[in-house]
C-alpha cells in the first residue's frame, strides 16, 4: 500500500506557552510532512516559536477558529489531515497514529476523538440531547465536541466551517450528510482549559445554532420536541432565523479610533513625507496600500502596537457595543488599515468580525509586504465597480451569514467608506468631513460620541 502523507493543522491564538510541544509531537509523528500553524494575528510569541519549530505559519485573514480551520484545509498539500488544539501539553505520542490509523488503512474517511477530561457541561446538556431529537439514526459518539479529528482532504473541502463554538460540531454533521464513514477513536487523558460560565452560555448557544441550522427538513413538530428539554435550554434553542440576523459594521481610523492609525505612526517614525509623497502620486487604491506597507519595513510589531495603543478610543464605543449586543447584532470592523491591529480592539470589546489587510511580519519585523483580502477586491459577483471597495464586504456576509443588506449597518468617516455606507441598510456618516458621505449617509452625525447614534439600531 503507497504511503499517504499526513498534514497537521494547529490553529492558534496567544499559546506561546504550548505551541512547541503541540509542533513537535507533530513532527515526531509517523507521516506528518507537513505542520501548519494558522496564527490568528497573536500578539505574543506563538508565531516566532511556531517557526522555530519547524512549522509553516499562515496568519489567519480573520479571527475566528472556524476560517483558521478552512484556511489550513485549504494550505495543505497532503490529502490526510488531522487537526490539533494548540493549548494542550498532554497529547500521548501516539496520538496523531490513533487519529490517522483508521483513514490510512481505508477503513473510514473521518475520525473523531474522545478522551477523559475534567468536564463535558455543553456536550451533555446542549449536544447529545439536541443530536438525539432532530438527527435520528445518527452515531451516538461519546465527544461530539470534541476538535482534535482526521479526515480527508475531499471531504473537508465539502464542509462549512462555523466561525465560532459551533465548527466541531457543524464538520461532523457534515460529515454525516455526506455519508463519510465515520469512527471514534480514544486518544487517552487530556487536560484542557475549563471554560468560564459566561463563555459556556456562548458556547451553548452557538453549538445549538449550529445542530439547529443543519437540521434537513425542519418542522415545526421539530421545535416543538425541542421545548421538551425545558427551562433555559428552551431560550437557548429557540435562535434568531437567518431572516433576523444583524450585523453592525464599523470603520476603524476616526471612527472607532480618534485619529489614523498610518498618520499617527508616519509622524512618530518621522516617515510623514514619506507617506505623503505615496498618498499624491499613487492613485490606485492596492497599489496606494503596498506603497504605504512598504513604508513600515524594518518596524518591529512592538513599536507598532505601542504607537496604534496611544489613538484615543472614540468615547462611549464600549457601551454602544455592550448595547448592541443586547440587541443580537454581530459587531465587525472594516479597515483598510491591518488586521493584527484590528484584532486587537476585536479582542479587547468582544467583537465578532474583521475585514482589514494582512500585514506581514516575519520574526515580529515588519517584511513591508501586505496582503489585500479577497472580500476587497473586485470581482463579476462583488457590490461594486471600484478595483478596492469595502462594499464589497456586503457579498461576503450575504455568503458566509446568509444574511440581507437591510439587515447591516456601516459607520464610517471617510471617502473610502461611501460605498458601503450607501449600500448597507443602514449608513451612518459620523464625524465625516466628505460632503459626499454626508449626502448618500442616511444618518449625519458630527459629535464624537458614539451615544448620539445608540437610538439608530433596532
Do not use: W
Not at 499526513?6 to 515526531?28: D, G, R, Y
Not at 476560517?67 to 496523531?96: C, H, K, P, R, W
Not at 479529528?149 to 473541502?157: L, N, P, S, V
Not at 471612527?255 to 516617515?271: D, E, H, P, Q, V
Amino acid at each position: 500500500m503507497m504511503t499517504q502523507n499526513i498534514t497537521v493543522i494547529i490553529p492558534a491564538l496567544n499559546e506561546e506557552k504550548t505551541i512547541a510541544s503541540v509542533i513537535n509531537l507533530a513532527l515526531q509523528s509517523p507521516n506528518v510532512t507537513e505542520v501548519l500553524v494558522i496564527d490568528d494575528c497573536s500578539t505574543d510569541a506563538t508565531a516566532a516559536i511556531a517557526r522555530s519549530c519547524g512549522a509553516r505559519v499562515i496568519t489567519s485573514k480573520q479571527r475566528g477558529k472556524g476560517i483558521s480551520m478552512q484556511e489550513g484545509m485549504e494550505f495543505a498539500s497532503n490529502n490526510v489531515l488531522v487537526y490539533l488544539d494548540a493549548d494542550i501539553e498532554t497529547y500521548s505520542e501516539d496520538t496523531i497514529k490513533k487519529l490517522c490509523e483508521p483513514i490510512l488503512e481505508g477503513r473510514f474517511d473521518f475520525v473523531k476523538s474522545y478522551f477523559q477530561r475534567q468536564a463535558g457541561r455543553v456536550t451533555e446538556l446542549v449536544a447529545k440531547p439536541l443530536l438525539s431529537i432532530l438527527y435520528p439514526g445518527f452515531p451516538q459518539f461519546q465527544q461530539p465536541l470534541s476538535g482534535m479529528i482526521a479526515g480527508r482532504k475531499e471531504y473537508f473541502e465539502k464542509c462549512n466551517f462555523e466561525n465560532g463554538y459551533g465548527v466541531d460540531i457543524g464538520i461532523l454533521i457534515d460529515m454525516f450528510h455526506l455519508n463519510a464513514r465515520i469512527c471514534e477513536v480514544n486518544i487517552g487523558n487530556i487536560e484542557n482549559r475549563m471554560h468560564p460560565l459566561e463563555a459556556l452560555a456562548k458556547m451553548s448557544k452557538e453549538v445549538a445554532k449550529t445542530i439547529i441550522q443543519k437540521v434537513k427538513d425542519q418542522t415545526l413538530h421539530t421545535y416543538e420536541s425541542i421545548t421538551e428539554l425545558g427551562g433555559q435550554m428552551g431560550k437557548l434553542l429557540h435562535l434568531d432565523s437567518a431572516s433576523t440576523k444583524k450585523i453592525a459594521l464599523f470603520d476603524m481610523d476616526n471612527t472607532i479610533l480618534r485619529g489614523s492609525f498610518i498618520k499617527t505612526a508616519a509622524k512618530k517614525l518621522g516617515l510623514e513625507e514619506q507617506l505623503i509623497t505615496v498618498v499624491k502620486n499613487t492613485n490606485k487604491p492596492i497599489a496606494r496600500t503596498k506603497q504605504i506597507a512598504k513604508l513600515l519595513k524594518g518596524i518591529h510589531i512592538s513599536e507598532l502596537t505601542a504607537i496604534f495603543e496611544l489613538i484615543e478610543i472614540t468615547p462611549n464605543f464600549e457601551s454602544l457595543i455592550a448595547d448592541l449586543k443586547q440587541k443580537g447584532f454581530l459587531i465587525g470592523i472594516v479597515s483598510d488599515s491591518y488586521s493584527f491591529l484590528t484584532h486587537l480592539l476585536i479582542k479587547k470589546y468582544g467583537l465578532e468580525l474583521s475585514f482589514s489587510n494582512d500585514l506581514e511580519f516575519k520574526g515580529g519585523v515588519c517584511t513591508g509586504e501586505v496582503r489585500i483580502p479577497s472580500y476587497f477586491v473586485q470581482t463579476s459577483s462583488k457590490h461594486c465597480n471600484h478595483e478596492y471597495c469595502k462594499s464589497n464586504i456586503l457579498a461576503y456576509l450575504k455568503e458566509q451569514y446568509q444574511i440581507s443588506n437591510k439587515n447591516t449597518v456601516m459607520v464610517g468617516d471617510g471617502e473610502n467608506d461611501v460605498c458601503l455606507v450607501k449600500k448597507a441598510g443602514l449608513g451612518i456618516s459620523f464625524c465625516s468631513t466628505h460632503e459626499s458621505l454626508d449626502q448618500y449617509a442616511d444618518m449625519v452625525v458630527k459629535e464624537a460620541n458614539f451615544e448620539m447614534i445608540k437610538h439608530a439600531f433596532k
